[in-house]
């Protein structure tokens, strides 16, 4: 808005002294202005305790006593008073000299026995974790040795029935072919029983005719025989 008004006025002599005039006034409020800082946490360094005051002097009234070591909030700095706010949100003045951006010792050694406590939990964690791994990969490794075992155990297994199999395709193949030397010499049989049969058929026939022949001689004999008996008698 100032800008504005800067601008409207220079058109004019009067305006432009008027605006010069205003540049002026707002450089001056700026530069009276106390430094400030951004509000950040400082600690109040080892001493006796310190008065934290309404103002910025021994003048003013104690708003609250600030023992060393405290952290504070770093609200604004003027020469050599600072401007703080206490962990309970007591404002007040207070030398800035008893201030620091650094913890107070028995900070720091609570703290580092604290990372100290923790590491060593940690580092016994780690310790407890590590034993863990180490029984899960003793039990890992027996249990490879046991799947070891059973496997070997299931190769001559299957060594032993690949073994069999090849024994039984064996024996099967040479069943197959005692079988076939079975039909074969069923068939032999058969053929040397219908020629027995044959044989045995003409052997009967040989003896029937021989037989008959033998009684055809017989009688054939025996009507010589006889004729000749009844000739004799008539030739006397």
Known sequence: MTIKLIRMNLKTLPGYLMGLYLVIVITFVFLSIPSTAQAKSLYVIPTAEIALRSGKGNEYRVVAVIVNGSRVQLLKEDGDWAKIRTSDNKEGWMPKRYLSASPPLKDVVASLQSERDRLKKQISDLNKQLNEVSDARNQHEQDLKACIIDRDKLRKSYDSLKEDAANV???????????????????????????????????????????????LVGWIIGLITTRGRKRRPTLL
Request: net charge neutral.
């Open 169 to 215: 395709l064996n024996f099967k193949n040479a069943l197959s072919e005692t079988a076939e030397e079975l039909r074969e010499l069923k068939h032999k049989y058969n053929i040397a029983e219908q020629e027995n049969e044959h044989l045995r058929n003409n052997s009967r026939i040989k003896w029937f005719l021989a037989g008959g022949g033998l009684l």
